[in-house]
């Protein structure tokens, strides 16, 4: 179902709670395009909801992994198995639990815990990746026209990152969603 950005976060949180009223709790993803707003969704969701929220930021494929045949993987720029082993087996606990974020600043892990909740959180490209697809409840994606895309990347990031974005992780991103039909298996298409 494609909604507009207005009404997204009324949408969503409403359907959150239908799912964590029959289910108990709820996994959602919010995918989509970088630049898009999917952490500022993310958070006014998690604000509105109590959710725990997690970032695919923080699971950045580190420079020693980063082989040809893995970035030649639709989806393989991030670390989809420690993802695995960290957040989706740390969530099947019902407890809180630690993970080490990566952070590409300084090529380095960041301890940090994560409160049990039963509303949970994936915020970011690749959050509805193949590896954990079937245990999300919820899957968002937020659209944006690539011009608007170019001059957000632009603003927050710079010349030399929206070079880089342009040159190498939108053509990855794209690829992505593309290769695994990401927007075609998403509950709602927010339009930006």
């Known amino acids: 179902m494609q909604i507009s950005r207005a009404e997204a976060a009324y949408v969503i949180l409403n359907r959150i709670k239908e799912i964590r009223k029959e289910r108990g709790s709820c996994l959602v993803a919010i995918d989509g395009n970088s630049g898009s707003g999917k952490s500022t969704l993310a958070g006014q969701l998690a604000a509105a909801s109590g959710a725990t929220l997690f970032h695919m930021d923080d699971f950045f494929l580190p420079p020693q992994l980063r082989t040809e045949a893995r970035l030649n993987t639709p989806g393989g ?7 695995v082993k960290e957040i989706i087996k740390g969530l099947e606990k019902g407890r809180t639990f630690s993970y080490r974020a990566f952070s590409c600043k300084n090529s380095s892990y960041i301890e940090k815990t994560a409160p049990h909740s039963t509303v949970n959180i994936l915020e970011g490209v690749y959050s509805m990746h193949p590896d954990w697809q079937s245990e999300l409840n919820l ?3 937020l659209q944006i026209p690539p011009e608007v ?8 990031s710079g010349p030399e990152l929206l070079k880089k974005f342009t040159e190498l992780w939108i053509p990855l991103e794209n690829r992505y969603f593309e290769f695994y039909g990401i927007r075609e298996r998403c509950d709602y298409i927010v339009t930006v």
């Not at 720029?77 to 993802?83: M, Q």
């Not at 895309?149 to 927050?156: K, M, T, W, Y």
């Open 77 to 83: 720029n991030i670390d989809s198995e420690r993802f």
């Open 139 to 141: 899957k968002v994606f």
């Open 149 to 156: 895309q170019q001059d957000r990347i632009l603003h927050r």
